[in-house]
C-alpha cells in the first residue's frame, strides 16, 4: 500500500548521508526541507519528492499535513519503564537534603522498587507498564528500550522481561535489555559471589536461550558492582550474543568509559562525571553517549558536559531514563528543554540526539532514527510552523500523530 504524506511545513529528515549516526558538530545538519513529500510503501520510506510533481504520483491515501511539521519517529534509548509502586517519599527527602546514596544507604532506592516488583503480579505490571508505553507514543516515540533491573532474583527479573516483551503488541519497536546487575538484592548482599552466580550462569543462558533481552546492561558505581564484576557479567553476556551498554560516570569515576570501549559497549550512560580524558577516549570511539538531564534535574545535581562531548566530535544521544527514582519524567517536551536550558544544546543538536545517534545506542540506525530511503516509515508529526518551537514550548506535548512502519498508531483531535 502507498501513501503520501503532504504538506508539511517542514520536514525534518536528520538525513546521516548513509553512516547513520551524527558525530560533533555534524549533529547541527538535521537536513530540514520544504516544499516536500513522503512517499510510503508497504511500510519504507520509499521516496521524497518536491511538491511541484506529487500529482503525478498514485497513492491509496494521502495524509494532508497542512501546518505540520515531520520528524523522523522519536526514539526514547533509556528507560526503567516497568516498575510498581512510588517513590515520592524518597523525592521529599532529596528536597531536604539527602543525596541518593545516602538514601540508597538507608534501604530506599533501587531496593524499595524491587521490593514492590517482587510483590506485583505480571498481569499488574504489564497493565501498568503498557500505560506508560502509550504516553510516550502519544509523544511521537515510536522506539523505546526499557530495562529489567527491579528484580535481582532469578524469578523477578524473567517476569520483568517477559513484560518488556509482551508490550511488543503495541505497533512500536520495543527493545528489551537485562539489567540484573542494576545493583546486589538484600539477601546477597553480604554474598556478592552468589549473586554474580546466579546472573551469569543461569540468568544470561536462560534469557539468550528463550530470547528475552537483546542487550545486557550493568550499573558501574560504588553502591553497585564494581569493575570486576561488571567484567565479569559482560564476558557471559558476550559468550552468549548479548550486546552491551553501561550505566557509568554517574556519581564517581571508575574506569567505566575505558571499561565500556573494551568491552565492545554500544552505549555509555549517564557521564554526569566523566573526566576530560574520558571525553577525549570516547569521543575517539564509535560509542555512544547517552545524557540524562532528568536525573540531573531530579537529583539537583551535574549536568553531564553535553558541550565538551560535541565539541570533542563525540556521538551524544539524550534520553529520559524515566524511573520512579530518579527521574520521574516521562515527559520528552521536557528532557529536551533541560538539555536545552541547562547543558546548553541547540534545537538541531536536541533533534539528533532523539532519532539517529538513540537509534545508534540501541543499535538500530540502519533502520531507525531518520528519515531516508528503505528505512522505516517512523514518524512523528508535530502542530507547529517550525521545529524549534518543539524545545521551546517545554514540556507541552506538541505531537499530534504517530506513525509507525507507515501505520497511524495515535493521533491527536487536533488533526483533520
Known sequence: MKKLLINAEQIITVDSNGSNFMRGRDMQDIGMLESHAILVEDGK????????????????????????????????????????????????????????EEIAKKGGGIAKTVDAVRETSFDELLKLSLNRVRYF???????????????????????????????????????????????????????????????????IPFIIKNKLAVFCDAFLEKTAFNKNEVESVFEHAEKFGLKKR?????????????????????SVDHLEVINDIDIENISRSELVAVLLPGVSFTLKYNYAPARKLIEQNAIVSLASDFNPGSSPIANISMIMALAAVNMGMTSEEIISAFTINAAKALDISAVKGSIELNKDADFAIFDCMNYDEIIYTMSKNLNVMTISKGEIIYQNQRIK
Open 137 to 203: 507514543i502519544e509523544q511521537g516515540i515510536t522506539s523505546l528500550e526499557i530495562k529489567s533491573g527491579y528484580g535481582l532474583s532469578f524469578y523477578d527479573e524473567i517476569k520483568m522481561l517477559q513484560v518488556i516483551n509482551s508490550l511488543k503488541s503495541i505497533k512500536i519497536e520495543i527493545i528489551p535489555t537485562f539489567l540484573g546487575a542494576h545493583t546486589f538484592p538484600k539477601e546477597y548482599k553480604n554474598d556478592r559471589e552468589k549473586y554474580l552466580q546466579i546472573l551469569n550462569d543461569e540468568l
Open 45 to 100: 520510506i520509499k521516496d521524497i519528492i518536491p511538491n511541484s510533481i506529487i500529482n503525478k504520483i498514485k497513492a491509496d491515501q494521502k495524509i494532508d499535513l497542512s501546518g505540520k511539521i515531520i520528524l523522523p519517529g522519536l526514539i526514547d534509548c533509556h528507560t526503567h519503564s516497568v516498575f510498581s509502586g512510588s517513590r515520592a517519599d524518597e523525592f521529599k527527602m532529596k528536597l531536604s537534603g539527602l543525596t541518593y
Open 246 to 266: 553501561l550505566h557509568a560516570d554517574q556519581f564517581n569515576s571508575l574506569g567505566g568509559i575505558g571499561l565500556a570501549i573494551q568491552s565492545n559497549c554500544k
